[in-house]
């Protein structure tokens, strides 16, 4: 259940013995930013528990149960000088145009980082490596890890972001150029952007107050500068996502109207056309009748004449809806 | 009319003899997290100030009031250093997708917790048990009575939350798949989850000021920790019910276009065929006709000729509407 | 035009002689929370101003203006130690269901209270009784009129939001029932709505000032609770009325949806009608036709046959257009 | 370019001899609260900043390039002490019910006022006469210029707030009484609207700040009394037009609604009409053939029976469809 | 890479050698608002590094990532005293009516000024010269340079508003006169705002707090008075972008419905026409009856009465129909 841990002593990756023991020491002997990152995967409420107290770890009893029942909200908590956050992990499933969501929390403690992830997205690939490439940032403590962590899923979001853009831009030439949309597809494009905005909003306002407040356990100005810039980046991609969804509105309508619109036109042409074979019928009619006296009835050439009338006005009614468009 | 009661020293139950005489026990000898729990059930006015006298709670002409009269807004109210709430208690009736509100007034005093039901939802059944458990949160006093009941309310919004999020679903899958829906169902489902959001909104800010003001009456911090998490849950729930009013408004609006959409192909549909039997009728008019001179007439096969020719046109006329789906 | 008045001390009420002698009396001699309550209907400019000058009131003309000329948002405005209040009082008139608007205007200052009222609704008829009966609350001073007030005000717009919410569901119950609902009467209520909004809504902000600000002139701690439960009355009223508004436009695009769709299944009634027709028309025309050879025509049952086959095609038609609903 | 100038010395107007002297005589011997008011029309850029350095009124280089631009948000300015305010002066169009906007710049400085009046509307006519009227409030200085300019202002907002709820009312009613209303007609009207709002919306929030923030440059309690007012006006006029917009869009919809059912009542008017003559076509179809065989071509009363009975399908089609409303 | 480079002293330009050394100078001797003014285009990571180290201009790896990236929100952010600034530069190409985006970030430290361009979009031709010829401007160091690059932007933004206007009175006009407009235009122009608005309302917040927070960089008020001025015009800028997307809703959805009402129009005159046409047809189909007994066969003129009769009702439905405007 534990999938992954690691020590970290003045900004660089030591060997990590048995996990408790290498705490303790660096609880003795360390300095405030040594630290070990800890990785599990969906644990149930006995094992976190039983982690929270083999390792002295101090989780608060509210965090352990967030953390084993999911379904959160995307927040950033502070328990005394902890910080628990929660992240929904996003990813774009090219074959259904699906977003998904998965869960991560982390919980920074004094010389640790806790991560539970929770579904199969592993948005943490790679962070690690990356981090420990950057010893400074490093040094600066547990607190770096969070950000590593956070700017990577947001990073996501502004990848997902591009997807869903190009989803729209898609869905949008589609219905100015064919008209061929089906109202489901856009509903469904809606949903996953609601799917995402949900994911960002609520990280939103606790993000903000983590780098702004002075409340806040980061002890280097160097860590607010890191988390405003992940902030920034945060604001951007929701700055953006709100604008989808009126624009998907906007769309759906214009593709109702426009099928509306062609629906409209299909009755015009097909009147139009029983229109035009109403006044031969009509002609017809008069010389069908059998009245004694029809003079033209008797007429050599009184059919053809008939015959002529008939496809003049046709041929006129024909021409006349043509120019206006009828048909 | 008194339907519970329980007393409650250093966090574990003990009997509970005549009321005003256990509580002035209390109030002399008592350490100040030691309290009684008082249950009530749809007092009147009368009965209502009687227990107050007696037992000498010192609650408000105000929040009597309250407590009597009902239909009252959720809300967080302080008398001094006693605090007065009310929260919607909500449940959800399967067969016919209802969402049912009642009414729970909370008075945490010195030394008592005086819970008021209105209506028979009881969503106190359990509580108790599970507080009663946990003797450390026990032993934090009257709030920790509050705040296990906020935590059930509040758990309960979840569950209901899931059963609305399953009609919704329930509802664009018909609508997205069959067509069939009555908009009158979908604007029902409108009204429940209006029901619902009515509840949970005013208690957000409140409840939000409950555990961050420095000067509401929470003697541990841990208690501010508790009312947190009960403040995340609720926020988790009113962020989603946020968005099923705009969900449903779209799937209403979906709705009205697919049944638009339908009527008018039916009448394209009614249309077609009437233009494939105009034409016939057309030819059989002018064969009608009874001019003198008419060759056509006279031939042998004329008549298996303009048959022919009939159903010619209609065949072709037949596959052109079906090629552009119009039959 | 000074239609009202009525001398307290000591929270009861005592014989009133001359305004101006009882008025210099209670200054001298009386307690801080003596006070004379004036009633006043329709005053004009001058008459307003006399009353002022020979009380010696000390009200501000900015005040004196808006009293006189009416037509002012609801407001609570501090000059000095004095308050000067405008509320809005609302009537509703079962036989049209229209809300009406008057205004009451009410000015607290040193040892007296002034109302003035405009328009025929008297909402005070009653409140002096009650205050009267409520000796300690009378104790309180002259704050506690104006709270008297402001309590039967906002509970006339309780009583208000009954009926709208009633007229609404009588709305609702039309549109979705039996689909004969003008547009014109929705938006009509819409409006009403809308004026109970504007009544309310100004109210909100100043009346929460008046009794959190700790720079009110609010004496007693017991008159902040007593103002704080008008707001919260207030406050369910303005949630309710906010979700009116939203409602009714659902219930109106329900209503032109429905009308529409039912015009729809008309048309599709009609063409189907015509359809079934023009089948025997088309036989019909057929045997119309005057070819030298035509078998059938000679046959000895042929007319029956085609009388039969007209019948049989006919019925044919009727069932599958029933079958699928359109007739 | 000069078109207005005076001195108020005390409360009261004396002659006002040369500008530069004037002012230099108030600077060294004047009290605090005396003043000269200039006004200019439409300066350039050249002719305001020689007013400027003649008078030494130190108007800052950006109020000057404000004034001469033009096309400013109104605002409320200060510089150092001084307040440099652009109002929107609006007029109404019985005509074509055109709501006009021009632009009053005032900039109030030590011991002048200075008015910038760009456009034709003058809304200072009268300003003057009646802010000499009034000793007391000219006594209070510059600043009190500034309020009976607001004042008027305001005032005049008012008064095109009644001629626009008029317009929306005879809208309303055409609309809801016959149904002839062009929606270009309410679109117009939308747009002055948002002319109006325009105006307003942006001198809220700076008029709010000029007489409840602390640092403003207000000397008097009683000019803070003041401009309340006038902020209280604005507000009464602010709440109605944010009502307006929405107002119309319901209107427009409505509208629309009805034009598209008086339509569709027309088509179904004459389809109905349509489906009448199919029937008695049908019959003469029928007893049109030519069949050897069909006995009741050769009953004596036969023709009037079918007359009869194309009749009598005929009323009675028409009765049902007049029934049903179709008709 | 570096396309431009500038030394200013004392308000005035003076010649500009070797970057490195010119710098160090002004760091040794020069006053506080000596500064440089570097210019950069499309730099790279390596470039902007370097330029950097070599300068020693301070500037943070988060500012850097930035500046190279691109496709960043407007924002101003501040790095200790320094201030990084990322602007949106917008052009309007006439063509397409189509708003185009770059970007423009400029970094702020002591004693100098690094402006970094991406895209073609060169805002920066002329300010230089501008701000050269205002010697006391450009003695306020280095904030003079980023106030009057803003200002230009910003005057920019103006003159997109005054096209974007433009653009959309031709489309109102359009869409009220002749109602040929597609909405795919409206739309597309509703996108081009939306490109516009998403430019300009992130820097709205970070621009007020410039130049009203007390914590900022601005060494002189006369600094936050320029800023406060472009504030102004970009929220002159931002009121009128607001309501534009209103606006294109509006003539959108008006647009939809004059077609639609156009549609069926066109319906309701062909069926007109059809329907005067059905009843010569009947009556024709009366008179072509098989019957031995139909008098007005035999008449001499019969059919002249009946080709009389059809005529007149053909012209009476004509004038009926013309008078209810269906044809
Ligand atoms: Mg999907
Ligand atoms: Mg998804
Ligand atoms: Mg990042
Ligand atoms: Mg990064
Ligand atoms: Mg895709
Ligand atoms: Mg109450
Ligand atoms: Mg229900
Ligand atoms: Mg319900
Ligand atoms: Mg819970
Ligand atoms: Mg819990
Ligand atoms: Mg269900
Ligand atoms: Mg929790
Ligand atoms: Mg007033
Ligand atoms: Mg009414
Ligand atoms: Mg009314
Ligand atoms: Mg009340
Ligand atoms: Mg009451
Ligand atoms: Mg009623
Ligand atoms: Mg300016
Ligand atoms: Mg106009
Ligand atoms: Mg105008
Ligand atoms: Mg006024
Ligand atoms: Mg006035
Ligand atoms: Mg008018
Ligand atoms: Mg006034
Ligand atoms: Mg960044
Ligand atoms: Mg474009
Ligand atoms: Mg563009
Ligand atoms: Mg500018
Ligand atoms: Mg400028
Ligand atoms: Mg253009």
């Not at 909003?201 to 983590?210: E, S």
Request: aromatic residues 8%; hydrophobic residues 45%; charged residues 30%.
């Amino acid at each position: 259940m534990i999938i992954d841990k690691a020590l970290y002593r003045s900004g660089r990756r030591d060997a990590c013995g048995d996990l408790s023991d290498e705490l303790e020491a660096i609880r003795q002997t360390g300095s405030e930013t040594d630290f070990i990152w800890i990785g599990l995967k969906d644990p149930t409420m006995d094992e976190l528990e039983e982690v929270n107290e083999e390792l002295g770890l101090g989780l608060h009893p509210l965090a352990i149960e967030d953390a084993v029942k999911g379904r959160q909200r995307a927040k950033i908590e502070s328990y005394g000088r902890a910080v628990f956050v929660v992240l929904k992990t996003l990813s774009y499933i090219e074959a259904t145009s699906d977003v998904e969501t998965g869960e991560l929390m982390v919980h920074v403690g004094e010389h640790f980082v806790l991560t539970i992830r929770r579904g199969e997205l592993s948005p943490l690939a790679g962070v690690r490596r990356e981090l420990e490439a950057d010893r400074e940032k490093l040094a600066l403590g547990p607190m770096s890890a969070l950000h590593a962590i956070m700017d990577r899923v947001v990073d996501q979001y502004r990848e997902i972001d591009v997807e869903l853009a190009r989803d729209i831009d898609e869905i949008e030439e589609a219905v100015f150029s064919e008209g061929l949309v089906s109202s489901d597809a856009i509903y469904r494009l809606k949903r996953e952007v609601l799917e995402f905005r949900r994911a960002i909003t609520p990280l939103i306002a606790p993000l903000r107050m983590l780098h702004t407040s002075p409340r806040t356990a980061l002890p280097h100005d160097e860590l607010r500068l890191l988390f405003r810039d992940v902030d920034d980046h945060l604001h951007f991609v929701a700055d953006r996502v709100e604008s989808y969804d009126r624009l998907l509105s906007d769309v759906l309508s214009a593709n109702l109207a426009k099928i509306s619109v062609q629906q409209n036109a299909d009755m015009r042409r097909i009147s139009a056309w029983v229109a035009i074979a109403a006044v031969p019928t009509m002609i017809a009619g008069i010389y069908g009748m059998n009245f004694d006296n029809m003079p033209e009835l008797h007429w050599h050439y009184g059919y053809f004449l008939v015959l002529g009338l008939m496809a003049t006005v046709c041929v006129g009614l024909y021409a006349t809806f043509k120019k206006v468009s009828w048909l």
